[in-house]
């Protein structure tokens, strides 16, 4: 079974530009979760889609924002770029509340 | 609120010696808790769940109980390798999080031969 896949795996912007970063949830899973990892702030929670709507969104501006698919895949897109927005950013999906959150690789953003 | 502590790191340890992490937390309801593997360069990986008080989980030689009492969660495991050597992050959903899992800060570990 195929896990969570992540792309691109990794993404060179400069500031004020903007990028748009994918994920593949688990088959069968309806939920996917972004998460942003930054040098020195951990794992921070960014937006939860299920069933096709945002559920939950973080301490993040508006400029961080996405959507999910009728297929359940999910992008993320962040407006605006800042130096700061360099991170790894993390998708993970799971079946349902409750239940484990399983993560993809991961796409490494770079802001020049 | 919610939220997860966790030992700081870095942790280092020589090759089968015993490995324990302390993790506690603050939530409301009744949380599930895990942990996780981050391999350099990888994304997480769960390494083991327990939903429930009392609960153990475990996997690959790891373990750690759910203890409602003390509201933690230690990781641990009786002779670690140098595979084992990552960052471990403790977390946890359920209850009144909306979803979302709250991590700890992660504890890097690193194991020498």
């Known amino acids: 079974e195929a896990g969570v896949t992540q792309s691109p795996t990794h993404l060179i912007k400069t500031r004020g530009q903007q990028a748009t970063l994918r994920c593949s949830p688990i088959?069968?899973?309806?939920?996917v979760y972004w998460y942003q990892q930054a040098l020195g702030l951990g794992l921070q929670f960014l937006l939860w889609?299920?069933?096709?709507?945002?559920?939950n969104r973080g301490n993040f501006p508006p400029r961080f924002s996405g959507r999910q698919f009728p297929n359940y895949s999910s992008e993320l897109n962040v407006n605006a770029l800042e130096l700061e927005d360099s991170a790894l950013y993390l998708c993970?999906?799971?079946?349902?509340?409750?239940?484990?959150?399983?993560f993809g690789d991961g796409t490494r953003l770079s802001i020049l | 609120g919610n939220s997860v502590t966790q030992m700081e790191g870095p942790v280092t340890l020589s090759e089968e010696a015993f490995l324990t992490i302390n993790c506690t937390y603050t939530a409301t309801g009744y949380p599930s808790l895990f942990w996780y593997v981050q391999y350099p360069g990888e994304g997480l990986q769960l390494l083991l769940k327990a939903t429930k008080a009392d609960d153990k989980g475990s996997n690959k030689g790891f373990e750690a109980t759910y203890r409602k009492e003390t509201t933690s969660f230690h990781l641990e495991k009786g002779s670690v390798q140098v595979s084992d050597s990552a960052v471990y992050f403790c977390a946890l959903t359920g209850g009144s999080t909306l979803g979302r899992l709250y991590f700890g800060r992660g504890t890097q570990l690193t194991v020498w031969p």
């Open positions: 889609y299920d069933e096709g709507e945002e559920r």
């Open positions: 088959s069968g899973h309806t939920s």
């Open positions: 993970a999906s799971s079946g349902g509340r409750g239940q484990p959150q399983h």
